[in-house]
């Protein structure tokens, strides 16, 4: 019987993801360390896709070589980080790979500062291209954290286990934002040119029908300009910068509104409108919260 296509089975449970792939019951129901080259890929696996109820952190060797960046591609000497949220989705696996994951169940993290810290870390939200790509230097800090993780779960578990696993995860995340800074420093010239692009992007959507047509340019409309995903583009826009994509299109946003105030005879209205505000309103409030004037304040301030 041919197996229907682009089926898609979802993950709640760490010994359900265990079993399904071949692996030994957890020693922890809300937590575990894999090696990737224990998975065992069944041609019963009847699903193409699946999705994780939990945290994923995942070291992957075979991220050597080429890795692609935006329109570019660069080499890579070592492996690479992938830190993905919970409920995203994955394609099944068709072939063996090395390295290891880290799983985290939401639920392991409750109680803890770090339930709501771990979702301010961006790198959650990065596309798998935009990997942490990892120095020799790094990936020993790295495999160091999760040598100690990995022994504590195959060790007893006591009083002081849930502790010390959690120290070493914001440890974890603490070197991975350290990491990835150093990354964005390292390849600047190339997000120089992605500076570039961005700054054309918004010049031309200014300059076009855009702002009438589909309002004001988001975050997500730059990204998939530039081939980033959003949190990554203000990432590194705020490595370079200070500010993020968001601040980056208001700054833009702002630049703009100041020519035509000061270069056009257009009315407030029509320049809120040229601009892609829907209300005028808006745009006045908008103009004076990063300017400390009015619209009208402004021009008038050039006769």
Known sequence: MKKEKNITRKFDSLSDFHRTFGLPKPSHPLISFINIEEISISTEVSF??????????????TLCGQARYGQNYYDFGEGGLIFTAPNQLFESPKSSASGYIF???????????????????????????EALHLSAEEKEIIMSI?????????????????DVVISQIELLLNYSNRFYNRQFITHKAVYNDLLLRLEDLLNDYFSSSKP?????????????????????????????????????????????AKEELSTTSLSVGEIA???????PQSFSKFFKTKTKLTPLEFRQSFN
């Open 48 to 61: 193409d896709f699946f999705i994780l109820n939990f945290y994923k952190i995942a070291y992957k060797t």
């Open 103 to 129: 799983f985290i169940h939401p639920d392991f993290l409750l109680t803890y500062p770090l339930a709501k810290k771990i979702k301010q870390y961006g790198f959650f939200s990065y596309a798998a291209n």
């Open 146 to 162: 999760f040598k100690i993780i990995d022994d504590e779960l195959k060790s007893r578990i006591d009083d002081f286990s849930h």
């Open 212 to 256: 009438l047509d589909f309002g004001l340019p988001s975050v997500h409309y730059l990204a998939d300009q530039v081939n980033v995903s959003p949190s990554y583009l203000s990432d590194m826009l705020r490595s370079l910068t200070g500010q993020n994509a968001q601040q980056h299109i208001h700054y833009k946003l702002i630049e703009k």
């Open 273 to 279: 409108y040229v601009l892609g505000f829907e209300h």
